[in-house]
């Protein structure tokens, strides 16, 4: 092995290329990309705007793609958390509305950046104590009211750059 360490760097994730775990799970994700772009883009779904956002519930993964001269290429893929199984996440097709900084504060919590996709149903970060600290910080499990949980990053990535109207496809 070599001393220094070399990286490849995809948007959402950083592999070490001497390092044979990552190796593995950078050729699983890699077979992930192309099966989550065929699978979109098989299913002729439709945005408003040139951005898609599609939950894969049984990978507990948010996947962001972008319209790219007619064909949907994924941009980012998170961890995320759904709904548990008494208050899951509704499948389907909804559409981004309104965004916002937190809420939860009279529940003794925060959730970050949160982007409406379908009533009150958000995507957001994980739960943070009042003080900063994380109360739930678990991603890829059945553990919400039925929001998607990210990254409090990538939250806000999706709460800064996916445009209101954008599809939303859950499945």
């Not at 149903?121 to 900063?132: A, C, K, R």
């Amino acid at each position: 092995m070599h001393s220094k360490k070399e990286y490849y760097y995809e948007p959402y994730m950083f592999f070490y290329f001497n390092d044979e775990k990552n190796n593995e799970n950078k050729r699983k994700f890699s077979q992930y990309k192309d099966i989550s772009t065929k699978f979109i883009n098989n299913e002729n779904l439709e945005s408003e705007t040139n951005y898609l956002i599609w939950v894969d519930t049984k990978e507990f993964k948010t996947n962001v793609f972008l319209n790219v001269e007619g064909t949907w290429k994924i941009i980012r893929s998170y961890p995320c958390s759904i709904g548990k199984k008494e208050t899951p996440t509704p499948l389907g097709k909804f559409k981004i509305g309104v965004k916002g900084l937190y809420f939860g504060e009279n529940h003794g919590y925060r959730c970050w950046y949160y982007t409406q996709f379908k009533d009150n149903y958000l995507f957001h970060s994980i739960l943070y104590n009042l003080d900063g600290s994380i109360k739930d910080g678990r991603l890829g499990y059945e553990i919400s009211n039925g929001c998607v949980r990210l990254a409090i990053n990538n939250a806000k990535w999706i709460y800064s750059n996916v445009p209101k109207n954008s599809l939303v496809y859950i499945s």
